[in-house]
């Protein structure tokens, strides 16, 4: 209306789904009409070089997706540590459900059988 005050409303980004958003506050005069930037929104993610050189499938998310077997899965949540809970990683990692124990490389006692109740599954930890 006519006693607004300009001051600092930023929209920096417009994905799908916000254009409603946007129209109505170029409309109201809450921001000025906007122009595109020339470039394309990505997700992207990184890892080190010798990463990339000793696991080829990790450069894309092709390479993941197509990897889907207990090998592959195990090798990456090895690789990222990747919280997950009990429940998942039974599910998931362990090749019998854990239910027989599961090591990781270095011998370290991961899970020595599976959770015995939902409260127990959503554990990321347990001692003993």
């Given at each position: 209306?006519?006693?607004?005050?300009?001051?600092?409303?930023?929209?920096?980004?417009?994905?799908?789904?916000?254009?409603?958003?946007?129209?109505?506050?170029?409309?109201n005069g809450i921001i000025e009409p906007t122009t595109g930037l020339g470039v394309y929104?990505?997700?992207?993610?990184?890892?080190?070089?010798?990463?990339?050189?000793?696991?080829?499938?990790?450069?894309?998310?092709?390479?993941?997706?197509?990897?889907?077997?207990?090998?592959?899965?195990?090798?990456i949540a090895e690789t990222f540590l990747r919280p997950m809970n009990w429940r998942t990683?039974?599910?998931?990692?362990?090749?019998?459900?854990?239910?027989?124990?599961?090591?990781?490389?270095?011998?370290?006692?991961?899970?020595?059988?599976?959770?015995?109740?939902?409260?127990?599954?959503?554990?990321?930890?347990?001692?003993?």
């Open positions: 209306g006519d006693d607004y005050q300009s001051c600092a409303h930023v929209m920096p980004e417009v994905w799908n789904g916000q254009n409603e958003i946007l129209s109505d506050n170029v409309e929104a990505k997700w992207s993610w990184f890892i080190p070089k010798f990463l990339a050189e000793q696991n080829l499938e990790l450069l894309s998310y092709f390479g993941l997706r197509s990897n889907n077997d207990t090998a592959s899965r195990r090798r990683f039974c599910d998931r990692v362990s090749i019998d459900n854990c239910t027989s124990s599961y090591y990781d490389s270095q011998g370290n006692l991961i899970a020595s059988g599976p959770p015995s109740n939902e409260a127990e599954g959503a554990k990321y930890f347990s001692p003993g």
